[in-house]
């Protein structure tokens, strides 16, 4: 029992310094967030006017954009598909 109470504390310690390293390695990522946002919002503009999708479906993934659900990078290249026709079917 002692043995498992011990591991489990040097896993705890090991757990924490690796979520420093993470979040580390995270700041000092350059930020593009303004450029992605801008982008976004472009394209999903586009894709209203275009009729590809609605405002309804727009708000949707701006608010899944915005709680962490969505990668923007994901939906950029979605939208990007929307607008060349790759993704109709």
């Given at each position: ?37 801008a982008d976004l919002e ?48």
């Amino acid at each position: 029992m002692t043995r498992l109470v011990r591991s489990g504390g040097r896993q705890d310690r090991i757990r924490e310094e690796l979520r420093k390293r993470l979040q580390r390695k995270v700041d000092r990522e350059p930020s593009k967030s303004g450029d992605t946002e801008a982008d976004l919002e472009q394209l999903i503009n586009d894709a209203i006017r275009s009729d590809r999708i609605t405002a309804a479906q727009a708000d949707r993934m701006r608010a899944l954009v915005a709680s962490g659900k969505l990668d923007p990078e994901l939906l950029h290249s979605r939208l990007a598909a929307l607008g060349t026709g790759l993704a109709e079917a």
